[in-house]
């Protein structure tokens, strides 16, 4: 388990989340590019593509920040993690609310169901993982 340390709190956090994190991100790279070169550039409103390659982008700016913070063993984990759950969720319900055709709508129903929610409360676990430990850690030392 890597270690964070927080004033001289050692705080465990499992090495699988520097490794999730990190390719998390790297997987994310291609699907952003492929986004940004097969969306339409106007759906019903003006810069489409780079509207949801920005949001991508963002995603993999999370990811590797918090796959850095797990593998640096930073407090930082608690934000990032938390930006990546938040940045999920509202991938999600945009995917879901944009799309009016059956396929797309099916799709998207999925992906969001499949994967944006699940990665989106492990985010979250891993932040609330991390503050649990810290506290667990404090009251022992007062």
Not at 35 to 55: A, E, Q, R, Y
Not at 89 to 105: G, I, K, N, R
Request: with cysteine.
């Amino acid at each position: 388990m890597a270690r964070l340390r927080v004033d001289s709190v050692i705080v465990r956090i499992p090495k699988w989340v520097v490794v999730v994190y990190t390719a998390l991100a790297i997987l994310l790279i291609p699907w952003t590019i492929y986004m940004g070169w097969t969306l339409p550039t106007h759906h019903l409103s003006v810069n489409w593509d780079i509207s949801w390659t920005g949001l991508d982008i963002a995603l993999i700016i999370a990811f590797l920040l918090t796959g850095l913070a797990a593998y640096t063993k930073s407090l930082w984990i608690v934000i990032t993690s938390t930006t990546v759950g938040c940045l999920l969720l509202v991938d999600a319900w945009f995917d879901v609310m944009t799309e009016h055709q059956s396929p797309e709508f099916a799709r998207a129903l999925l992906t969001g169901a499949a994967v944006e929610i699940p990665l989106a409360l492990l985010s979250y676990y891993v932040a609330a993982h991390a503050l649990q430990r810290v506290q667990k850690h404090t009251k022992l030392k007062r």
